[in-house]
Antibody, heavy 115, light 112 residues
Framework: QVQLKESGPVLVQASETLSLTCTVSGFSLTNYGVIWVRQPPGKGLEWMGIIWRNGNTDYNSALKSRLSINRDTSKSQVFLKMNSLQTDDTAIYYC?????????WGQGVMVTVSS | DVVMTQTPVSLPVSLGGQASISCRSSQSLVHSNGNTYLHWYLQKPGQSPQLLIYRVSNRFSGVPDRFSGSGSGTDFTLKISRVEPEDLGDYYCLQSTHFPYTFGAGTKLELK
């Protein structure tokens, strides 16, 4: 069955770089895109970016200067890196499969940025 | 960016009743390929969002037929008939026609 799971540090210092991994199973990264979405505590959802099945990427322009998404298809992993973190980057970070809407989601990882 | 205006913010309902949520976009969501990429999600407390409806009116696998989506262009609606306890939570619309993809601010479906 389709599964996605986010992993990474739960606490990051301000000005540092966040590195998260999304490990997928039940599908191939060469057949589906993977999207990153985040949600600050008690707030709504924000689309961050996508890595398409061909490896191309698109980013939210508000984050583009700080964000990169890459993948290792042999390990079925997608990587998110975002630098120059601030306290308002504190959020739950989700990865989700891109097909007909974002159909399957990971459980999310809560990342707190400490000043 | 495309602004998704979702109303109401809060929607009190009775179990067994009907609910209707509106999502309006600041520009047409018809893609150059002719498809309209407007989707609906439910986020239950403490859980990840779950896809209910994709491309305006298509129910995702396992979603009960109590959920229906409609609309076109810039005006879209999610209807829930015979509301059950497991339907309570936050509902979001999402457009994935234009970059950056954008979500509505959410509608909290709660008991009256």
């Amino acid at each position: 069955q389709v599964q996605l799971k986010e992993s990474g540090p739960v606490l990051v210092q301000a000005s540092e770089t966040l590195s998260l991994t999304c490990t997928v199973s039940g599908f191939s990264l060469t057949n589906y895109g993977v999207i990153w979405v985040r949600q600050p505590p008690g707030k709504g959802l924000e689309w961050m970016g996508i890595i398409w099945r061909n490896g191309n990427t698109d980013y939210n322009s508000a984050l583009k200067s700080r964000l990169s998404i890459n993948r290792d298809t042999s390990k079925s992993q997608v990587f998110l890196k975002m630098n120059s973190l601030q306290t308002d980057d504190t959020a739950i970070y989700y990865c989700t499969r891109g097909y007909g809407g974002f159909d399957y989601w990971g459980q999310g990882v809560m990342v707190t940025v400490s000043s | 960016d495309v602004v998704m205006t979702q109303t109401p913010v809060s929607l009190p309902v009775s179990l067994g009743g009907q609910a209707s949520i509106s999502c309006r976009s600041s520009q047409s969501l018809v893609h150059s390929n002719g498809n309209t990429y407007l989707h609906w999600y439910l986020q239950k407390p403490g859980q990840s969002p779950q896809l209910l409806i994709y491309r305006v009116s298509n129910r995702f696998s396992g979603v009960p037929d109590r959920f229906s989506g409609s609309g076109s262009g810039t005006d879209f609606t999610l209807k829930i008939s015979r509301v059950e306890p497991e339907d309570l939570g936050d509902y979001y619309c999402l457009q994935s026609t234009h970059f950056p993809y954008t979500f509505g601010a959410g509608t909290k479906l709660e008991l009256k």
